[in-house]
C-alpha cells in the first residue's frame, strides 16, 4: 500500500510550526527594541531580525519536498 503527501496540507503545517517557534522570538526582540530605543541605541539590526522572523512563512511557499519542510527553522 503507498501514501502521498498532500504538499499543500504540509506547507499549512510547517506555517503553523513557525508561527509558533517564532512567537517568543518575537517577543524578545520587541523588548531589545524598547530597551534600545529607551537609551537612544541603534534599533537596526533588531527591525532587520524582526523582519527576518516575520518573513520565515513565506520561504515554505518555495519548498517542494518535505526535508525542505522540516528543515525551516527560525534560529
Do not use: H, Y
Not at 501514501?3 to 518575537?26: G, H, V, W
Not at 520587541?30 to 530605543?37: G, R, V
Not at 525542505?68 to 527553522?73: D, G, P
Request: aromatic share 2%; with cysteine.
Amino acid at each position: 500500500m503507498s501514501f502521498s503527501i498532500n504538499m499543500n496540507k504540509a506547507k499549512d503545517i510547517t506555517k503553523e510550526r513557525l508561527r509558533q517557534e517564532r512567537k517568543p522570538l518575537l517577543e524578545e526582540q520587541d523588548i531589545l527594541f524598547m530597551k534600545a530605543q529607551e537609551s537612544s541605541a541603534d534599533t537596526t539590526a533588531i527591525v532587520a531580525e524582526k523582519n527576518r522572523l516575520r518573513d520565515i512563512t513565506k520561504s515554505v511557499d518555495s519548498c517542494t519536498t518535505t526535508d525542505e519542510l522540516k528543515a525551516l527553522s527560525c534560529s
